[in-house]
């Protein structure tokens, strides 16, 4: 019987079904940040239960770090899951590790996820590690507590979805663009109850991370989890990380690898086709990640409630432009846009230029590792030189729960996945871009069109 590639892994790592008719998923890896660490540690002591595989499980500070230089490196929610970690014997990227760095951009770095497992974690971007063909799954606290103790997850068998990207991407056209103008295609609600594969040649053309940037994303518009099946461009990426295995493990992982794509004639619950040749740099109008268009496009208007609302809060008219629209502070950042070849787009715009006056401008890598090697490269004087404030790993600005956040009215334009009201502080408006069309707005000091701010070589 034909089979996707969702279906080889499910079927795999199935142990049972429970009587109320959810399904029981053997978790490979399980990852835990520390927004959720200290109350699972704590139902655990008073249920006086363990965790089930020390092994498998990783725990990871990013949350709530500080990342400007030189501030304490505490929270509360950081000590209390030291402690617990400690107390359990897990693995913990501390804060002060040299691998510390966001959970999904950690996980993968450190061969955590791999092509083939499955992975539970308490933030609903787990789904970004789909792009090894790593099957992840976001979860709440109760399941997150569950998982520890049994490494077992009771799910609902979801339907499945394959969005195929056709054709090639333009100049100054990235991962980002492709998920935002999905979602503004297919709405906030279109992947609900789906598991979704993206394919297609675009796909294949991506590298990695831009593979990473996608998934990130899924969630945004209702995805249940998702996956790129691994290929070539997987198998080397992974090769050598610190947990993938080695040697005749290695030889025998790979040959599995190979074998897990879909097969020609595996049939879905629904198909999109999506043709990336039309699809211009995005950038969001709204309150929410569908309310986006093409830099080159007018704000849409209507007398929807949604849309009037969104419109007001975000200080825009409809039928106006976005490009022009003066910004006060950009961050590059986040689990969708913080890996080096995020930073090293940016820096390509960034280049012998200047941060326009009056805009308060960071950049935020998404792993110490990532930090290290953009330093090699020079990434980070690049961005200092041109105004930029170059911070230590962290989620920062994404969600605010470390003190990042702007000020009352002010304009961003953020590589995040959210745009939701006061998301990144009160009354703070935010616009999702690529790190290329962030980089090139903090310069400008107003959005614009990063095609026309791309170094000559790749114009």
């Not at 629904?270 to 040749?277: A, G, K, L, P």
């Amino acid at each position: 019987m034909s089979q996707t590639l969702f279906d080889k892994i499910w079927d795999f790592h199935h142990v049972g079904t429970r009587g109320d008719g959810r399904e029981l998923l053997y978790i490979d890896r399980h990852v835990v940040h520390e927004l959720h660490a200290p109350h699972a540690f704590h139902e655990l002591d008073a249920n006086k239960h363990t965790v089930r595989r020390r092994d498998l499980t990783l725990v990871v500070q990013d949350h709530t770090v500080p990342t400007r230089s030189g501030m304490p490196l505490r929270s509360a929610h950081i000590d209390a899951t030291k402690l617990g970690a400690q107390k359990h014997a897990v693995s913990l990227v501390d804060v002060e590790s040299p691998e510390h760095g966001i959970v999904h951009v950690v996980s993968p770095e450190l061969g955590i996820a791999l092509p083939g497992l499955t992975l539970a974690c308490p933030d609903s971007h787990a789904s970004t590690v789909g792009a090894l063909g790593c099957l992840a799954f976001g979860c709440g606290t109760t399941e997150l507590v569950h998982v520890l103790s049994t490494q077992v997850m009771a799910l609902t068998r979801p339907r499945q979805m394959r969005v195929n990207f056709t054709g090639r991407l333009a100049r100054g056209v990235g991962a980002k663009d492709l998920a935002l103008h999905l979602i503004r295609t297919v709405g906030v609600d279109a992947g609900r109850g789906h598991a979704v594969e993206y394919a297609g040649e675009a796909i294949r053309a991506l590298d990695i991370e831009a593979r990473m940037t996608l998934c990130n994303m899924t969630i945004e518009w209702g995805g249940r989890t998702c996956l790129i099946a691994p290929d070539e461009k997987t198998i080397e990426w992974v090769r050598g990380r610190a947990n993938a295995p080695t040697g005749a493990a290695w030889d025998e992982a790979v040959a599995w690898w190979r074998t897990l794509p879909t097969d020609a004639d595996a049939k879905f619950d629904r198909e999109i086709t999506v043709d990336c040749s039309q699809v211009a740099p995005q950038v969001t109008w709204g309150t929410d990640p569908s309310q986006a268009i093409g830099v080159d496009e007018p704000v849409p208007g209507g007398s929807e409630e949604r849309t009037t609302a969104a419109l007001a809060y975000m200080g825009i008219e409809a039928g106006a432009p976005l490009a022009g629209v003066p910004v006060d502070r950009v961050f590059i950042g986040s689990c969708s846009n913080s890996r080096l070849p995020d930073l090293r787009a940016a820096a390509a715009v960034v280049r012998d230029r200047k941060v326009a006056p009056g805009v308060k401008a960071i950049v935020v890598p998404g792993s110490s590792t990532v930090k290290r090697e953009a330093e090699r490269e020079g990434l980070d004087r690049i961005f200092v030189d041109a105004g930029f404030e170059w911070r230590n790993a962290g989620c920062s600005m994404c969600a605010g729960a470390n003190g990042d956040v702007g000020q009352p009215g002010e304009r961003v334009v953020s590589t995040t996945n959210r745009n939701f009201e006061n998301r990144q502080g009160r009354g703070v408006r935010t616009h999702l871009a690529s790190a290329e069309m962030a980089a090139a707005a903090a310069l400008a000091g107003y959005i614009v069109d990063v095609r026309d701010w791309l170094p000559a070589e790749d114009a």
